[in-house]
Structures are given as structure tokens and as C-alpha cells.
């Protein structure tokens, strides 16, 4: 028998995914979609619970509690249902939200907890090793417990489209506990906004809101302020919840968003929405502030994968400290709900939890010289091996080639962190369209990411309260230094959206950055996720040999090992 306590947490509907918890740390934490290639895969994630498993060198048994960060889990959707969904007609989402809103929800919400019990037995979950909790107070935990501010008076917010019934929450924490202060219902949500303005200009919902934040900047107040401000009349800030002023929810928004938005620019409509977003959600923040007078802030949900909208926040004049969980979205629940099963059983023992928070997100496995060569051979590619492979990758990057790495343990999340990265030189714009055009097919608005050793951030950031932002989860404006990294900037209003990176995190990656900097001066490199347009991240080399196939990247890096493409 293990002396050792283990929780995996298991989120089992849109974006699945699994954290191992292992005496109160994260120690392995990995979404479905890496495994089985489907974005944002909305199910039961059977293969990442394996991986999780094997990566520990235990069994089912071997786990102590199974827990999950939702009570009630809605019916599994792909991506035609969720289409479907958000194009069906009003009067079929009237008669959802009057269903949800009766009693005979009750009855339907019943049914589906026995059938997923009824699931999870087949899959080996026994129901006395299993804890639900309530999806909000999952994403409050989750920020808090990854923060580092465990212990200490805090703050935590969360904020997304909606679970369990609420769709935001004011929580305080002084001694690790959650208190509740304020919640806000379903139906009333910025997230949903968002997700129904997404699909009304023709992208996907719970995908590509970042596509219109990218967007927004492109516009002028004098395009978009008449709509932003009529988007208060659908919802406003109310205290410290949020209040629609419409008789249908959020979710049905999208007759009201229509008139606002009909025959208005494209630009116009990105920029109104990303305004009418921060205007309200700063305000809600400072109301919650004033009203708990804590200034240590946590924030999750995935509203706040807003890069922008945190950017806002951070610069509040009552934040002192700011954490924001990175990957806020859905996926974030694993780790909220294993913490809260742990704490609840250190509870029961009446022993104090020990909890470790985040110190990096390369969460997932590292595949070793046998599975490179093996796989590089089953493809039919060539390989050699570099003695000092971070000084080779600095030597491309310099020659303005562009470098593709799926090396050491893969970053767990929506964010590509160096493991699992295509890099180039952010001086050059020319990688940039090369990479737009021929790898990742990306639109043409949308900006690059980089990656700053922490010693240089001062050099490029305008960062006065020193946040730390190992994740990209903040965009900073940048210092006259930024001609040096104008291909990892927003090509409209030039601020970053950077991973500040300690050498203690990534050792090689930071090397890497590192030796660029010496052949170059400038401490930045160009970084976005190694995947094709549509596709999830890269995790196995299998997967990188093919996205190496399949585009026109020509040099690949697994280990210390260079792959070439053929001319």
C-alpha cells in the first residue's frame, strides 16, 4: 500500500482533461486533445486518464479519490452539435432556458448524475472513491490553490459562461478556505456574450474569441463606441454581480447583439465588444475590492483567458498582487477539483493540507532517444544528433530560419511554453508571414507571442508592479526596445503578450534564448504552439514528424537530435 495520497482529477466535458494530485502537488496534468487530435475534444477523457497512469506507474487502485468540477455534466457536444446549438432558432432557446429555469430540471439533472455514475463504473471508477463539486467554487479553487497565495488573505474571482448554475463568483480566502460572497446565475454572463458574438461573426464559439480580441485594436473609439455602449443595455455590473436587462439570458443573445451590431464594421464590432468586456469586468473587480478590502487577486474562469482584459486589471489601482491560473478555461477543473477532494480529506483526518502551488506547466511526458529515432525512422526521415542543440537553435533563429521543438516534458494548457513550440526570430516579419502562410495558416490580424528571459523583461515590458507572467496570461505594453521583437508584438497597438521565463522553469529553453541573445543582443524569441490551423498542440514526436509533413517547416528539434525536411 502507498503511503503517498493520490486524487486525479477529471474534467469530463468541454476541453476534457486529468491532474494526478500527489500529496497536495500536481504532478502530471494533461487535456484528451493532445491524444486523440480533436479540439477542444468535449467527453470523458479515457486516454488521458491512461496516460496519467502510466506516467505514475500505478493503477486505478492506486488512486485514493476521483474527483470532478462540475455536479451537473451537460450532454457531451461535437462540433456540429455545438453549431447546432447556437444557431437554433429563439423560440428553441426560450424553451431551453424555461426548461432549465422549472422543476422538471431537477428530474432531468438527476437522470444524468445516475447515468454518469452508471459511465464511470465501466471506466473503473468505483462511486465511494468519487467527489463532485460545484463548478464555480472548482474554478475558485483551482486559482487559489495554484497561486501561491494559499494561506494568506486573498481574493479570488471567477468568471465564464456558466455551470452549475453560476456564471461568476466572489470568493474570499484568509486561512485556504473558500468563502462564498457573491455568486451570479446563469444567464447573465460576459462569457456568454462573447461566445454569441464569436459565432454571429462567422467563427466558433468557445474557440476563437481571441480572434476578435486580436481584432479589436484595429478600430477607433469614434467606430465602436455608440455599440459598446448599447451593449450596457443588455448586461451591466450590479454590485457584485452581473445583471442582464433582457428577458432572454445570455446564451439567447443573439437577436439583441444583431441589432446592434448589423451593417457596423468588422473591426468596429471586435473593438465594441472588447471594450464593453473590460469596462465591465474592471468594474465588478473593483467593486469586489472595495467591497472585501483584500488586494491579493486570483482570477479564473475562462473569461479571463483575455489577455487584454487582465492586462486592465493588473493596472487597477487596488491590485497589489495578481494571479491569473493560466489555461483558466474548463480544463483548469481538474486541478481545482483534485485539490478540493484533498483538502476535504485532511479535513475528515483533521490534519492541515500541504499544498504546492504551480512552479511550471510542463505537466505532460518527455519521450526519450529510443521513441525519437523510432518514429523519425518510421516516417522516413534522417537525423543527426547536435552536441549543443539550444546553441544550434539560437544559430537558425539568428539566420532567420524558423525552428519547430517538441523536446523535455510537454506544457499542459492552451499555451505553447518552448516544449512544444515553433520558433523564430522576432526581428524579422518575413518568418512571420512565412509561418502565417505556410505553417499555421493563421488569419492575418492575429499577432505572435514571445518568449522573454525574466532577466531582459524590463528591457521590453512596461511592467512597474513586476507581475510575474510565466504563462502568457497578461499582455504588456512595450518600451521603445520594441523595434528588437516587432514580430512577436500586436502590429497595431505593439504590446506582447509574453512568457516572462525564469531560467529555473525550462533550463534549455531559457539556454536557448540565452545564446540568441549573445549572437544577437536581444533577449526574445518568437513563439507559437507547433500545431496546423485547426489541430491541437503537438504532444508525441509522432505528431510532430507529421505537422512537419504537412507543412512547410524544414527543421524540426526532438531532444538533441535535427530533423530536416527534403528539398
Known amino acids: 500500500m502507498s503511503d503517498h495520497f493520490r486524487v486525479l482529477g477529471i474534467h469530463d466535458n468541454h476541453n476534457a482533461s486529468v491532474s494526478l494530485l500527489e500529496d497536495g502537488a500536481i504532478v502530471f496534468s494533461l487535456q484528451e486533445e493532445r491524444l ?3 479540439k477542444n475534444f468535449n467527453g470523458f477523457p479515457s486516454r488521458a486518464v491512461h496516460r496519467a497512469l502510466d506516467f505514475a506507474q500505478i493503477t486505478l487502485d492506486d488512486i485514493d479519490l476521483f ?7 451537460p450532454a ?10 447556437y444557431s437554433a432558432p429563439t423560440w428553441k432557446k426560450y424553451l431551453a432556458d424555461g426548461f432549465k429555469a422549472s422543476p422538471f430540471f431537477s428530474l432531468y439533472t438527476a437522470k444524468r448524475a445516475r447515468q454518469r455514475q452508471k459511465f464511470l463504473a465501466t471506466q473503473g471508477i468505483p462511486a465511494d472513491r468519487t467527489r463532485f463539486y460545484d463548478h464555480n467554487l472548482t474554478h475558485a479553487a483551482t486559482a487559489l490553490c495554484c497561486s501561491g497565495f494559499y494561506g494568506t488573505p486573498a481574493l479570488i474571482l471567477a468568471l465564464d ?20 460572497v457573491a455568486v451570479t446565475k446563469e444567464g447573465n454572463s460576459v462569457g456568454n456574450l462573447y461566445a454569441v458574438s464569436t459565432f454571429y461573426m462567422g467563427m466558433m464559439p468557445l474557440e476563437h474569441e481571441y480572434k476578435l480580441m486580436g481584432m479589436a485594436p484595429y478600430s477607433q473609439p469614434k467606430y465602436y463606441e455608440g455599440m459598446s455602449r448599447a451593449l450596457d443595455h443588455i448586461l ?7 445583471r442582464r436587462s433582457t428577458v432572454a439570458t445570455t446564451s439567447n443573445s443573439f437577436r439583441a447583439l444583431e441589432a446592434i451590431y448589423r451593417r457596423q464594421r468588422f473591426d468596429a464590432v471586435c473593438a465594441a465588444l472588447q471594450d464593453f468586456t473590460e469596462r465591465s469586468v474592471t468594474r465588478w473587480v473593483q467593486n469586489a475590492i472595495a467591497a472585501t478590502g483584500l488586494h491579493r487577486i486570483c482570477l479564473s474562469g475562462g473569461v479571463f483567458m483575455n489577455v487584454k482584459l487582465n492586462k486592465l486589471i493588473a493596472s487597477l489601482p487596488g491590485v497589489e498582487e495578481l494571479f491569473v491560473m493560466p489555461s483558466c478555461g474548463d480544463e483548469s477543473n481538474a486541478m481545482g477539483a483534485a485539490f478540493l477532494a484533498y483538502k476535504e480529506h485532511c479535513a475528515a483526518l483533521g490534519t492541515d493540507p500541504v499544498i504546492h502551488p504551480l512552479s511550471h506547466l510542463y505537466l ?4 526519450g532517444d529510443e521513441t525519437i529515432r523510432s518514429e523519425c525512422r518510421n516516417a522516413g526521415y534522417t537525423f543527426e544528433k547536435d552536441g ?17 521543438r517538441c523536446s523535455g516534458r510537454s506544457e499542459w494548457g492552451a499555451r505553447a511554453l518552448g516544449n512544444r513550440s515553433i520558433l523564430a526570430n522576432p526581428k524579422s516579419f518575413e518568418t512571420v508571414s512565412k509561418i502565417n502562410d505556410a505553417i499555421k495558416m493563421r488569419d492575418f490580424w492575429m499577432p505572435f507571442a514571445g518568449s522573454v528571459m525574466e532577466e531582459a523583461a524590463g528591457r ?3 511592467n512597474p508592479r513586476k507581475i510575474p507572467s510565466p504563462y502568457m496570461m497578461l499582455a504588456f505594453d512595450t518600451t521603445r526596445e520594441r523595434e528588437s521583437i516587432r514580430a512577436a508584438t500586436h502590429p497595431r497597438d505593439r504590446t506582447i503578450r509574453p512568457q516572462i521565463l525564469p531560467r529555473e522553469q525550462n533550463p534549455d529553453y531559457h539556454a536557448i534564448i540565452s545564446e540568441f541573445s549573445r549572437m544577437t543582443g536581444t533577449g526574445c524569441v518568437l513563439n507559437t504552439s507547433f500545431n496546423l490551423h485547426g489541430s491541437p498542440m503537438v504532444y508525441h514526436p509522432r505528431e510532430a514528424l507529421e505537422t512537419l509533413t504537412k507543412s512547410d517547416l524544414d527543421i524540426l528539434v526532438m531532444g538533441d537530435y535535427v530533423i530536416r525536411k527534403e528539398t
Open 36 to 38: 486523440n487530435g480533436i
Open 67 to 73: 474527483a470532478f468540477g462540475t455536479v451537473h455534466n
Open 76 to 85: 457531451w457536444k461535437d462540433t456540429a452539435a455545438q453549431i447546432r446549438q
Open 161 to 180: 459562461g456558466g455551470g452549475d448554475g453560476n456564471c461568476a463568483g466572489v470568493y474570499t480566502s484568509r486561512d485556504g478556505d473558500l468563502a462564498k
Open 236 to 242: 451591466s455590473v450590479d454590485g457584485l454581480t452581473f
Open 364 to 367: 505532460g511526458e518527455a519521450f
Open 388 to 404: 549543443n542543440i539550444n546553441r544550434f537553435v539560437a544559430e537558425m533563429l539568428n539566420q532567420n530560419r524558423i525552428v519547430a
Open 460 to 462: 521590453y515590458l512596461v
